[in-house]
Nanobody, 118 residues
Framework: QVQLVESGGGLVQAGGSLRLSCAAS????????MGWFRQAPGKQRELVAT???????NYADFVKGRFTISRDNAKNTAYLQMNSLKPEDTAVYYC????????????WGQGTQVTVSS
């Protein structure tokens, strides 16, 4: 049974930092690309960042230079380091996994709330 569990969300002031973690179980972590998505109230879910099984990364323009995605295959965990947070970063953040870097995002976590106060 695939399980992705996010942690690390919370309330932070603008300009602050948070690190999200996504612990995976029930999958062969090393062959999965991992992604972070977010959904703000009244908005559609949007892609934040991805990292392939080989470690290549991709970021949405609105987080470039501020967020860093990484992975530790030995710990079956993906991370999202978020710096210089803005109020508009407030959202529920979800991690997702997909096999072989190209299949659909088939596994999702339950989400963790990030709230940035001004």
């Amino acid at each position: 049974q695939v399980q992705l569990v996010e942690s690390g969300g919370g309330l932070v002031q603008a300009g602050g930092s948070l690190r999200l973690s996504c612990a995976a179980s029930g999958i062969i972590f090393s062959i999965n690309a991992m992604g972070w998505f977010r959904q703000a109230p009244g908005k559609q879910r949007e892609l934040v960042a991805t990292i392939t099984s080989g470690g290549s990364t991709n970021y949405a323009d609105f987080v470039k230079g501020r967020f860093t995605i990484s992975r530790d295959n030995a710990k079956n965990t993906a991370y999202l380091q978020m710096n210089s947070l803005k109020p508009e970063d407030t959202a529920v953040y979800y991690c997702a996994a997909r096999k072989y870097n190209i299949l659909p995002w088939g596994s999702w976590g339950q989400g963790t709330q990030v709230t940035v106060s001004s």
